[in-house]
């Protein structure tokens, strides 16, 4: 079988050939990405079936197909990059997962990713590096920031927020520097990433690139125009999201302390603003789960389990063998717990 490291391998035959390709490493210069962004970042280019034709040389069709990185049409093999520039997502110096985008366009589609789960962003080793960062749509936004020494995420797209991206951006700094178009399609994009960064706890600042009627602003073109000094103060005048909620909560959610109920069943860990424990609900070795005391919520970034305290007595139960309904944890909530917040 192939190794582990196959994508590694395929990242290295495209790059190889991107280096044959002077046409493509203009186009790249021209939308004002350097070599040495090139060379960091790991860029490629596929053409010719080169991915395939290499890789055939030592492994079957069988096994190929199994990477998602070749497809098969009418009998015959192809690299699904083929005529795209590679671009893969890298996570402590192994390549994770891949995306691409077309050239020429011609109508294509613009981004291809490989089939797969998308957990990492591009650039993603830099979030515990730094304080503060910044997230964007796309690999060239963030090669723009990186190359002018500001820390970013390039997250593949608007609405692509996963929860390894949120749970390492606990106690950051986060900044959203969306499109700015004329169907406001990245200001809406922005509020809701922001708006659900909020539901963690996680305070971002929106950024709005300047544009002019019906044109459309992207941080790459903004740095064809503007310079780091510019963009460092758009993010200084950038104002935190304030999540409003619209729900009206229930008594028991404002005035219940999800501290004194957690702290009977775990054990836990400050970390800034927050908590952090094993995850009783599923296999945990390391603090996954996150306990937010000023929302009186939690939540789980292993199993993806969480809500508010009711929610989490609920599902303590049902470990417990005990199968409840919510108006019974509801009783029993308010029979031991708030006596107990009635009595400190």
């Known amino acids: 079988m192939i190794a582990m490291n196959y994508l590694n391998t395929i990242t290295n035959i495209y790059i190889n050939n991107l280096q044959k390709n002077n046409q493509i490493i203009e186009y790249i210069n021209n939308r ?7 060379k960091k970042f790991k860029l490629g280019y596929c053409n010719s079936n080169i991915g395939y034709k290499t890789l055939s040389k030592t492994y079957n069709n069988t ?53 797969g789960k998308i957990e990492y962003a591009i650039n993603h080793d830099i979030i515990d590096k730094t304080s503060y960062i910044v997230l964007v749509e796309g690999p060239f936004d963030c090669f723009t920031l990186d190359q002018n020494n500001i820390p970013s995420i390039g997250l593949l797209g608007a609405n692509r927020l996963t929860r390894t991206i949120i749970s390492d951006l606990f106690n950051k700094e986060v900044y959203i520097a969306f499109d700015n178009d004329p169907h406001a399609q990245g200001q809406h994009a922005a509020y809701h990433m922001a708006s659900k960064l909020a539901n963690f706890n996680i305070r971002a600042r929106i950024i709005l690139l300047p544009s002019e009627l019906n044109t459309k602003m992207d941080i790459n073109e903004y740095f064809k125009t503007y ?56 296999s945990d070795s390391k603090p996954s789960l996150i306990i937010f005391p000023s929302t009186n919520s939690f939540y789980c970034f ?3 389990i969480g809500g508010n305290i009711i929610n989490f007595l609920k599902k303590i139960e049902e470990l417990n063998g005990n199968k409840m309904s919510y108006q019974e944890i509801i009783k029993e909530y308010e029979q031991n717990y708030e006596t107990d917040r009635t009595n400190r």
């Open 32 to 38: 004002g990405i350097n070599d040495k962004t090139i």
């Open 63 to 115: 096994i190929l197909l199994k990477t998602n990185l070749f497809k098969e049409k009418d009998g015959n093999i192809y690299d699904i990059f083929y005529n795209k520039i590679t671009i893969p997502i890298i996570r402590k110096n192994n390549v994770v997962f891949m995306t691409s985008r077309t050239y020429p366009e011609n109508g294509q589609i613009k981004h291809l990713h490989m089939k």
């Open 227 to 282: 310079n780091k000094k510019d963009f460092l103060q758009l993010m200084k005048q950038s104002k935190i999201f304030k999540f409003r909620q619209t729900r009206k909560k229930r008594p028991y959610y404002k005035n219940g302390d999800i501290m004194t109920v957690v702290s009977k069943y775990l054990d836990l860990i400050p970390s800034g603003e927050y908590f952090k424990a094993l995850c009783p609900f599923h």
């Open 302 to 304: 292993g199993c993806g």
